[in-house]
Nanobody
Framework: QVQLMESGGGLVQAGGSLRLSCVASGNIFSINTKGWYRQAPGKQRELVADITYGGNTNYADSVKGRFTISRDNVKNTVSLQMNSLKPEDTAVYYC?????????WGQGTQVTVSS
């Protein structure tokens, strides 16, 4: 079984920063893609950013230049540094692990940005 545990969500004022972290445990194949998704009330879950085992990154246009994704392949962690946060970034953020055709999700962490 694979488990993903997120941490680091919370309430922050617009313009502030938060750092999300996710640690993966269990039977994990090392070559994988890790990412962060988010879901705001009434909206579909969307990709925020992802990063391959080799370090190639991909960002949603709405977060480019503000968010940075990183990973530690030894510790099986993935982090999301979020700067210049906006009220529209408010959502539940989910950690994601993709291994071939398999996808795993964390339980989600709430990020709320006040104006």
């Amino acid at each position: 079984q694979v488990q993903l545990m997120e941490s680091g969500g919370g309430l922050v004022q617009a313009g502030g920063s938060l750092r999300l972290s996710c640690v993966a445990s269990g039977n994990i194949f090392s070559i994988n893609t890790k990412g962060w998704y988010r879901q705001a009330p009434g909206k579909q879950r969307e990709l925020v950013a992802d990063i391959t085992y080799g370090g190639n990154t991909n960002y949603a246009d709405s977060v480019k230049g503000r968010f940075t994704i990183s990973r530690d392949n030894v510790k099986n962690t993935v982090s999301l540094q979020m700067n210049s946060l906006k009220p529209e970034d408010t959502a539940v953020y989910y950690c994601n692990l993709g291994v071939g055709s398999l996808t795993y999700w964390g339980q989600g962490t709430q990020v709320t940005v006040s104006s």
